[in-house]
Structure formats: structure tokens, C-alpha cells
């Protein structure tokens, strides 16, 4: 059985944005998640020679990130500590 956990609940006001990075030990068990959770953009799948950066500016291109206050991936080396960052902006109400 597999259960999503997520930093920001779903409630009617603040729907899930980002998943806990915590559950997942690589990128592409994390993306794929999002990919599922954003099929509607058809997010790049990605494998294990995917760029993370990249496709992490894929997912910021979706409407729901465009005027949010989520950090570029490009400042930040690994995956796993810019997902945190941006759950942290998220949560602290980081949407423009």
C-alpha cells in the first residue's frame, strides 16, 4: 500500500502543492509522484539521467507555482534541499 504524506494539507482553501520530499530516497520517485499529481501539464517522466533542475523549472512553469514565492532550483545542489525550501516557502504563505 502506498500513502502520500504531504507539509501543506489539502484543505478547501490550500490544496497539496508539493509532497514530502521524506518518503522518497531519489528524484525520480519524488517527480514521478508530482508527474502524477500534475498529469494535466505533462511533466517530463523522469528517469535516473534526468537534470533535476530542469525539470524542476518545468514544474514551476505550471500556473499554480508562476507567482509563488518557491525558490529557483538552480541555487540549490541536490533536489531533496529545494524541495524543502519551497515547501517552507509555501507554508510560511509564500504565493505572491
Known amino acids: 500500500m502506498c500513502v502520500a504524506t504531504a ?3 489539502t484543505t478547501a482553501l ?3 502543492l508539493l509532497f514530502d520530499p521524506r518518503i522518497h530516497d531519489t528524484f525520480e520517485s519524488w517527480a514521478d509522484l508530482m508527474c502524477e499529481h500534475y ?3 505533462a511533466l517530463e517522466i523522469p528517469n535516473s539521467l534526468t537534470d533535476w533542475q530542469a525539470w524542476a523549472r518545468g514544474l514551476l ?4 507555482f508562476t507567482n509563488s514565492a518557491v525558490p529557483n532550483p538552480d541555487l540549490f545542489e541536490n ?3 529545494w524541495v524543502n525550501a519551497s515547501i ?3 507554508n510560511a504563505g ?3
Do not use: K, S, T
Not at 61 to 64: E, G, T, Y
Open 61 to 64: 512553469a505550471i500556473d499554480v
Open 7 to 9: 507539509n501543506i494539507f
Open 39 to 41: 498529469a494535466a501539464n
Open 88 to 90: 517552507g516557502a509555501l
Open 14 to 16: 490550500q490544496p497539496i
Open 94 to 96: 509564500g504565493n505572491a
Open 79 to 81: 533536489w531533496y534541499d
